[in-house]
């Protein structure tokens, strides 16, 4: 029995040339699998070890995401809530209602000043404490010292 070996690389760039990061995944694949043309329909829920498989690839996607789009002149950001204004443990459309507004006044004072609107990623942490991060990339006409 032969056995079929796929490969996808991950270029955290627009090329080979100037990608600072670069992930290769090599698959086993059967040759049923080979030569299957479609996907078959979800028939159960997903097991454990398949949940944690997926969890551990949205951070590596999340990871590469940051490699392929920021670089050492960029900067992070960590906003925090004071106690007055922090919302409920696990009302996330509040929490998500927030950080919407916050880049709203972002861009309208991007648009306002002639400034490029900046490129960010977000991640939240809906815990007892809710901290947004972003990471942002710094425009053109931006100075910084």
């Known amino acids: 029995m032969s056995l079929y070996y796929r490969e996808q690389k991950h270029i955290c760039g ?3 040339a100037t990608a ?3 992930e290769v995944d090599l698959y086993p694949v059967t040759p049923k699998q080979h030569k299957a043309s479609r996907r078959a329909k979800k028939k159960e829920a997903c097991t454990l070890a398949q949940q944690t498989y997926n969890d551990n690839r949205s951070k590596r996607y999340h ?3 940051v490699n392929a789009n920021f670089g050492k002149g960029d ?5 925090t809530y004071d106690d007055d204004h922090l919302p409920a443990p696990g009302d996330t459309k509040r929490a998500d209602m927030g950080w919407t507004n916050y880049i709203k006044r972002v861009y309208r004072w991007c648009d306002k000043n002639g400034v490029e609107r ?3 990623v977000a ?3 809906y815990t007892t404490v809710m901290v947004a991060a972003i990471i942002t990339t710094r425009s053109s ?3 910084r010292d």
């Open 14 to 16: 627009k090329d080979y």
């Open 141 to 143: 006409s931006t100075q």
């Open 63 to 65: 990871v590469q995401l």
């Open 118 to 120: 900046p490129k960010w």
């Open 123 to 125: 991640a939240t942490e």
């Open 20 to 22: 600072g990061y670069m």
């Open 75 to 79: 900067f992070s950001w960590t906003g």
